[in-house]
C-alpha cells in the first residue's frame, strides 16, 4: 500500500516520541512491502516562532493533500504561563480539527498485564480494563462563542450542539460496540445541561438502532468516579467535547502512564492519529519521554487503513517491550535506563527480527541494537 503521510512533530517532547513512532512505520514498510512517504511541517509553538501563526497555511495544505496526518505534542510554557497571549499553540490544533472535519476522536484504554504494578490503583479493580472512549471532537464549548466583557470581569463560553454533530458520532461508537462486548455509555451531565439533554435524546434515538448493543447513561462526575473504582464495567464510553478531555486523561492512570494512550481523530475525508499526552517540556530533549503512546498511534493509523495484521505486529512489539522491561523511566525503576530511543530500537528490531528481539534487548538497552 501506498500512503503519504504528514508528520507535525509539533512542540516540547512531540519530536522525539513522532520519530519513534516514524521509525516503527518504516520497519512495517520495509518488512511488508509498503510505500509509506513522509512529509513534515510545522504547527503549535514552533510555527509561532517562525511563522507567527500556530498552523501555517503551508502546513493546513500540506495536510489536505495527504493520506493520514501523524502528529506529536503542542504547548510551550511561555504561553501556558501567559493567559494575555493572543495567539496560542493549542489554536493550531483546534483549527485542524475544525479544517479537516476531524469530528471523532477514538481513545482506548487498556490495562497491560505486566504494567498493572505501576497504576496507583488497585490490581483487582483494574485488571482486565479495556475501554475505547469516543470523544466527539469539532464542537461542544471549546468551539462555541466566547465573549469578555469591556471591563474584562465577565467572561462566557457557549456549549453548543446539533442533532447532526451528536448523531455521527453516536453511530460509530455503535458499530464499534458491536464488534467489541456490546456495551455503550453515554457520559453526560442531563441534569443540569440543555446540550445534555439533547445528546440524551438522540443517542437513546439511535440506539434503538442498534438492539443488540445495551445503552446505559452516567452523569459525567459519577462516570470519573467509576473510572476510578470500577473501570472493567466500560466497554465503549461515547461524550461530548470538554468531558471526553477530562476523562480520557483520568483513565490514563489505569494503565500507569499517559504515555500509553493512543489516539485516533477521524473525519469523513481525513485522519490524524496522536498521543494523547501533552508537550511535556520539562522531558524536552532529555531522551526519557515515553513514546509508546505516539508508536501506539502509529498502530491505529495502520488499522485505519485495513493494516490490521501490521497494527497487530507493533502491539505485540510494544507488549513485548513492557514484559522486558524497556520501558522509559515513567515506567522503569530498575537500574538499567532506557531511553525513547532505546524503546523506539527495540520496536523497530522486534518488527523486522521478532524471533531475535528476545537476544538482542540486552544489547538494545545500550542503544546498539544487533541484528542476528
Same mark, same amino acid.
Given at each position: 500500500? &501506498? ?6 512533530? $509539533? ?12 521509525? #516503527? ?22 510555527? *509561532? ?5 500556530? %498552523? ?5 495544505? %500540506? ?28 489554536? $493550531?490544533? /483546534? ?19 505486566? @504494567? ?23 464542537? $461542544? =464549548? ?15 463560553? @457557549? ?6 454533530? =451528536? ?25 443540569? @445541561? ?23 447513561? /452516567? ?7 467509576? @473510572? ?59 531522551? *526519557? ?26 502491539? &505485540?512489539?510494544?507488549? &513485548? #517491550? ?29 518488527? %523486522? ?10 544489547? *538494545? ?6 541484528? *542476528?
Amino acid at each position: 500500500m &501506498k500512503l503519504n503521510i504528514t508528520v507535525l512533530p $509539533g512542540d516540547g517532547i512531540g519530536p522525539e516520541v513522532t520519530a519513534q513512532a516514524v521509525k #516503527s512505520l518504516k520497519a512495517i514498510a520495509s518488512e511488508f512491502g509498503h510505500n509509506f512517504r513522509f512529509k513534515y511541517a510545522l504547527m503549535g509553538a514552533e510555527a *509561532i516562532d517562525a511563522t507567527g501563526s500556530p %498552523l501555517p497555511k503551508e502546513t493546513l495544505a %500540506l495536510c489536505k493533500s495527504s493520506d493520514a496526518i501523524l502528529f506529536g505534542a503542542i504547548g510551550d510554557p511561555k504561553y501556558d504561563n501567559d493567559p494575555s497571549a493572543k495567539i496560542r499553540p493549542e489554536q $493550531g490544533l /483546534l483549527e485542524l480539527r475544525k479544517s479537516l472535519g476531524l469530528f471523532a476522536n477514538i481513545r482506548p484504554v487498556k490495562a497491560y498485564d505486566n @504494567l498493572i504494578d505501576k497504576s496507583p490503583l488497585k490490581r483487582e479493580n483494574i485488571e482486565g480494563t479495556d475501554i475505547s472512549i469516543y470523544r466527539e471532537l469539532t464542537g $461542544g =464549548i471549546y468551539f462555541g462563542e466566547k465573549k469578555l466583557s469591556e471591563d474584562g470581569n465577565t467572561a462566557s463560553d @457557549l456549549c453548543e450542539y446539533s442533532r447532526m454533530e =451528536i448523531s455521527r458520532i453516536a453511530h460509530l461508537a455503535f458499530k464499534a460496540a458491536q464488534s467489541r462486548k456490546k456495551k455503550v455509555t453515554l457520559v453526560d451531565k442531563a441534569n443540569v @445541561l440543555e446540550s445534555s439533554r439533547l445528546w440524551r435524546k438522540v443517542v437513546t434515538e439511535i440506539g434503538e438502532t442498534y438492539p443488540d448493543v445495551n445503552l446505559e447513561f /452516567l452523569f459525567v462526575d459519577n462516570a470519573a468516579m467509576q @473510572l476510578i473504582l470500577n473501570p472493567k464495567q466500560f466497554d465503549v464510553i461515547l461524550t461530548e467535547n470538554m468531558f471526553g478531555d477530562i476523562i480520557s486523561d483520568e483513565a490514563s492512570v489505569i494503565g500507569g502512564s499517559i504515555g500509553l494512550l493512543a489516539s485516533a481523530s477521524i473525519g469523513k475525508k481525513y485522519a490524524l492519529f496522536e498521543p494523547i499526552h501533552g508537550s511535556f517540556p520539562q522531558a524536552k530533549n532529555k531522551d *526519557i519521554a515515553n513514546p509508546i503512546a505516539s508508536i501506539l498511534s502509529a498502530a491505529m493509523l495502520l488499522e485505519h487503513f485495513g493494516l490490521v495484521k501490521e497494527a497487530k505486529i507493533i502491539q &505485540k512489539a510494544v507488549e &513485548k #517491550s513492557m514484559e522486558l522491561a524497556i520501558t522509559t523511566p515513567d515506567l522503569n525503576t530498575s537500574n538499567i535506563q532506557v531511553t525513547t530511543t532505546n524503546v523506539g530500537d527495540f520496536i523497530e528490531d522486534y518488527i %523486522l527480527h521478532p524471533k531475535d528481539s528476545d537476544l538482542n534487548f540486552t544489547n *538494545i538497552h545500550l542503544g546498539q541494537s544487533t541484528i *542476528i
